[in-house]
């Protein structure tokens, strides 16, 4: 969802910098390198064990960052084209869900608030899985649901760990274009069928997923 659908990576990722900068505590890139991959979970435990001038706990750190990121997903913007593809797909009775790695609860709000939801199946968090997108088994899962083969299964993803995860499973992976998935989208694309920008150019004569092949 994040960096797919909704718009939100560079407001996940400039969460943990933004709040040391607040507290007059310089980001530095030992510790920027440490927290590459983690999970904002996961991040707020490192911040709290590296950095207790902060005067924080993992739990308040981890409720500071929930809070700023649910008033963000109030009014967070789509990626370009997102719902209308998505409408496209739901009018072609191609089944679609969402896996996201944010809560369901916070995912949930902000597909609501793009209008999303009435073109999705359902809405699943990692977190309530106990595995990353990494495994590929999350999206057996998920396919499974569905009620289709992973190799039936479309997936559209901005990370590459989550890439990864989509490929070794069988299914068929297309890549969106983030700011932040600069430095790994040549690799992504040499796992992905294809790459993209702006969901409206999947609409267009010639595109590289022709939505009414699949299903």
């Given at each position: 969802?994040?960096?797919?659908?909704?718009?939100s990576?560079p407001?996940?990722?400039?969460?943990?910098?933004t709040?040391?900068a607040?507290?007059?505590?310089a980001?530095?890139?030992a510790?920027?390198s440490?927290l590459?991959?983690?999970?904002?979970?996961?991040s707020?435990?490192?911040?709290?064990?590296?950095?207790?001038?902060?005067?924080?706990?993992?739990?308040?750190?981890?409720?500071?960052?929930?809070a700023?990121?649910?008033?963000f997903?109030?009014?967070?913007p789509?990626?370009?084209?997102a719902?209308?593809?998505?409408?496209?797909?739901?009018a072609q009775?191609?089944?679609?869900?969402?896996?996201?790695?944010t809560g369901h609860?916070?995912?949930?709000?902000?597909?609501?608030?793009?209008?999303?939801t009435p073109?999705?199946r359902?809405v699943q968090?990692?977190?309530?899985?106990?595995?990353?997108?990494?495994?590929?088994?999350c999206?057996?899962q998920?396919?499974?649901?569905?009620?289709?083969?992973?190799?039936e299964?479309?997936?559209?993803?901005?990370?590459?760990?989550a890439?990864?995860?989509a490929h070794?499973?069988g299914?068929r992976?297309?890549?969106?274009?983030?700011?932040t998935?600069?430095?790994?989208?040549?690799?992504?694309?040499?796992?992905?069928?294809?790459?993209?920008?702006?969901?409206?150019?999947?609409?267009?004569?010639?595109?590289?997923?022709p939505?009414?092949?699949?299903r």
């Amino acid at each position: 969802m994040d960096g797919t659908l909704i718009d939100s990576m560079p407001a996940w990722r400039s969460l943990r910098p933004t709040l040391l900068a607040e507290r007059g505590i310089a980001m530095t890139d030992a510790l920027e390198s440490e927290l590459a991959g983690l999970t904002v979970h996961a991040s707020a435990g490192v911040l709290a064990r590296r950095l207790p001038e902060l005067g924080m706990d993992e739990e308040a750190l981890l409720a500071e960052f929930m809070a700023r990121m649910s008033r963000f997903y109030a009014a967070a913007p789509e990626k370009p084209g997102a719902r209308r593809f998505l409408a496209h797909l739901h009018a072609q009775g191609i089944p679609c869900a969402v896996l996201t790695a944010t809560g369901h609860e916070m995912a949930s709000a902000a597909l609501r608030q793009q209008g999303m939801t009435p073109y999705l199946r359902f809405v699943q968090s990692t977190r309530d899985m106990g595995i990353s997108k990494s495994d590929p088994d999350c999206f057996a899962q998920i396919a499974a649901r569905l009620g289709v083969a992973c190799g039936e299964c479309a997936v559209f993803e901005d990370a590459l760990y989550a890439v990864r995860g989509a490929h070794a499973a069988g299914c068929r992976v297309f890549a969106i274009a983030d700011d932040t998935n600069r430095a790994s989208w040549a690799e992504i694309l040499s796992l992905a069928e294809a790459g993209f920008s702006d969901y409206g150019s999947l609409l267009a004569p010639g595109a590289p997923f022709p939505a009414e092949r699949v299903r």
